[in-house]
Nanobody
Protein backbone atom coordinates (compact mmCIF):
# COMPACT_ATOMS: atom_id res chain seq x y z
CA UNK A 1 0.00 0.00 0.00
CA UNK A 2 1.35 3.38 -1.00
CA UNK A 3 1.53 5.98 1.72
CA UNK A 4 2.37 9.64 1.50
CA UNK A 5 3.12 11.30 4.81
CA UNK A 6 3.54 15.05 5.19
CA UNK A 7 5.38 16.78 7.99
CA UNK A 8 6.86 20.15 8.84
CA UNK A 9 3.77 22.28 9.26
CA UNK A 10 3.34 24.73 12.08
CA UNK A 11 2.75 28.30 13.13
CA UNK A 12 5.01 31.02 11.76
CA UNK A 13 4.96 34.79 11.59
CA UNK A 14 4.47 36.59 8.31
CA UNK A 15 7.77 36.86 6.47
CA UNK A 16 9.04 33.64 8.00
CA UNK A 17 9.86 30.28 6.44
CA UNK A 18 8.85 26.66 6.76
CA UNK A 19 9.95 23.50 4.99
CA UNK A 20 7.41 20.77 4.41
CA UNK A 21 8.38 17.18 3.71
CA UNK A 22 6.46 14.38 2.03
CA UNK A 23 7.76 10.87 2.52
CA UNK A 24 6.74 8.28 -0.07
CA UNK A 25 6.53 4.66 1.07
CA UNK A 26 7.45 3.20 -2.31
CA UNK A 27 7.81 4.07 -5.98
CA UNK A 28 4.34 4.58 -7.42
CA UNK A 29 4.73 4.84 -11.18
CA UNK A 30 7.55 4.42 -13.69
CA UNK A 31 7.31 8.16 -14.40
CA UNK A 32 5.43 10.31 -12.00
CA UNK A 33 4.80 13.79 -10.76
CA UNK A 34 4.74 14.79 -7.12
CA UNK A 35 2.62 17.77 -6.28
CA UNK A 36 1.73 19.98 -3.36
CA UNK A 37 -1.77 21.33 -2.92
CA UNK A 38 -3.30 23.42 -0.18
CA UNK A 39 -6.75 24.07 1.20
CA UNK A 40 -7.24 27.37 3.02
CA UNK A 41 -9.94 27.46 5.70
CA UNK A 42 -13.37 27.47 4.09
CA UNK A 43 -12.00 27.34 0.56
CA UNK A 44 -11.40 24.81 -2.20
CA UNK A 45 -8.17 22.90 -2.48
CA UNK A 46 -5.72 24.51 -4.90
CA UNK A 47 -2.55 23.60 -6.71
CA UNK A 48 0.71 24.92 -5.27
CA UNK A 49 3.67 23.25 -6.97
CA UNK A 50 4.80 20.06 -8.67
CA UNK A 51 7.95 18.31 -9.79
CA UNK A 52 8.31 15.68 -12.53
CA UNK A 53 10.36 12.59 -11.80
CA UNK A 54 11.57 12.07 -15.36
CA UNK A 55 12.55 15.58 -16.42
CA UNK A 56 12.92 17.25 -13.05
CA UNK A 57 10.73 20.06 -14.34
CA UNK A 58 9.02 22.13 -11.68
CA UNK A 59 5.95 24.31 -11.90
CA UNK A 60 4.21 26.63 -9.50
CA UNK A 61 1.03 28.54 -9.03
CA UNK A 62 1.35 32.26 -9.61
CA UNK A 63 0.57 32.95 -5.96
CA UNK A 64 3.69 31.17 -4.70
CA UNK A 65 6.13 31.56 -7.58
CA UNK A 66 9.35 33.12 -6.36
CA UNK A 67 8.58 32.32 -2.72
CA UNK A 68 8.17 28.52 -2.66
CA UNK A 69 10.56 25.89 -3.99
CA UNK A 70 9.73 22.24 -4.60
CA UNK A 71 12.55 19.73 -4.56
CA UNK A 72 13.27 16.09 -3.83
CA UNK A 73 16.00 13.94 -2.40
CA UNK A 74 18.15 11.88 -4.74
CA UNK A 75 16.23 8.68 -4.08
CA UNK A 76 12.79 10.29 -4.58
CA UNK A 77 11.81 8.99 -1.15
CA UNK A 78 11.07 12.50 0.03
CA UNK A 79 9.73 15.59 -1.68
CA UNK A 80 10.08 19.00 -0.07
CA UNK A 81 8.33 22.33 -0.24
CA UNK A 82 10.49 25.18 0.99
CA UNK A 83 8.23 28.13 1.77
CA UNK A 84 9.73 31.55 2.28
CA UNK A 85 8.35 35.05 2.82
CA UNK A 86 5.15 33.48 4.08
CA UNK A 87 1.97 35.53 4.10
CA UNK A 88 -1.21 35.13 6.14
CA UNK A 89 -2.99 34.04 2.95
CA UNK A 90 -0.67 31.01 2.82
CA UNK A 91 -2.49 29.64 5.86
CA UNK A 92 -3.91 26.27 4.83
CA UNK A 93 -3.75 22.52 5.14
CA UNK A 94 -0.99 21.37 2.79
CA UNK A 95 -1.18 18.04 1.00
CA UNK A 96 1.27 16.13 -1.13
CA UNK A 97 -0.01 13.96 -3.93
CA UNK A 98 1.20 11.78 -6.80
CA UNK A 99 0.10 11.31 -10.40
CA UNK A 100 1.33 9.69 -13.58
CA UNK A 101 -0.02 12.57 -15.68
CA UNK A 102 2.83 14.86 -16.70
CA UNK A 103 2.34 18.59 -16.34
CA UNK A 104 -1.04 18.47 -14.65
CA UNK A 105 -2.18 20.93 -12.01
CA UNK A 106 -5.60 19.32 -11.65
CA UNK A 107 -6.23 17.59 -8.36
CA UNK A 108 -8.61 15.12 -9.98
CA UNK A 109 -5.67 13.62 -11.86
CA UNK A 110 -3.69 12.96 -8.69
CA UNK A 111 -4.38 9.45 -7.44
CA UNK A 112 -2.44 9.26 -4.19
CA UNK A 113 -2.74 11.74 -1.34
CA UNK A 114 -1.28 12.29 2.06
CA UNK A 115 -3.31 13.30 5.10
CA UNK A 116 -2.03 16.86 5.14
CA UNK A 117 -0.12 19.14 7.46
CA UNK A 118 -1.32 22.48 8.80
CA UNK A 119 0.44 25.74 8.15
CA UNK A 120 -0.67 28.88 9.93
CA UNK A 121 0.88 32.27 9.22
CA UNK A 122 0.19 35.07 11.66
CA UNK A 123 0.26 38.71 10.68
Amino acid sequence: QVQLVESGGGLVQAGGSLKLSCTISRRIYMNFVMGWFRQPPGKEREFVAAISEGSGDTYYSDSVKGRFTISRDITWNTVYLQMSNLKPEDTADYFCAATSVMGTRSEVEYNYWGQGTQVAVSS
